[in-house]
């Protein structure tokens, strides 16, 4: 049996069709989730979000994040820690929400350890937030977890 041009054109569109199918079903494999449950809600409230931001930028060099040998530590300088109320630190993974960690800090005190059982290796988005004359702040910081 000779190969002619009839034979090429199936043969073009088996393997087509075969990368078509394989691509495909690995799509539906992967990890489709939206960054954030209520993704809609929050870019109506981009503004909000915004002033927030804005409002805390004089916070922004108040906390530091380390890497320490058996986990992270979070500093905040005693002016922050020694606001009124207590603050909401939030491990973000943009890779996966599995993975997010949420803690809570106590008012006065300024160092928080995180130990390494609760984080996974990897970038994380460390944001603290926290409540103060009825407005919000909160400072958010790119962190990788070795």
Not at 43 to 58: F, H, P, V
Not at 60 to 87: M, T, Y
Not at 120 to 143: A, C, H, L, P, T
């Amino acid at each position: 049996m000779k190969f002619n041009w009839g034979h090429g054109i199936i043969v073009f569109f088996v393997i087509f069709f075969t990368w078509i199918i394989s691509f495909v079903i690995f799509t539906l494999g992967e990890n489709n989730d939206l960054v954030t449950k209520d993704y809609y809600r929050q870019g109506a409230e981009y503004s909000l979000t915004m002033d927030i931001n804005k409002r805390s930028a004089i916070y922004r060099d108040s906390i530091s994040i380390v890497n320490v040998e058996d986990g992270v530590v979070i500093e905040l300088a005693s002016s922050v820690a020694n606001l009124p109320k207590g603050k909401d630190v939030y491990f973000y993974r943009p890779s996966g929400k599995k993975d997010d960690v949420k803690l809570w800090l106590d008012q006065g005190k300024k160092e928080l350890f995180v130990p390494n059982s609760k984080l996974i290796k990897g970038r994380y988005n460390v944001s603290v937030s926290w409540n103060e004359s009825d407005n919000k702040y909160k400072v958010s910081k790119d962190f990788v977890v070795r």
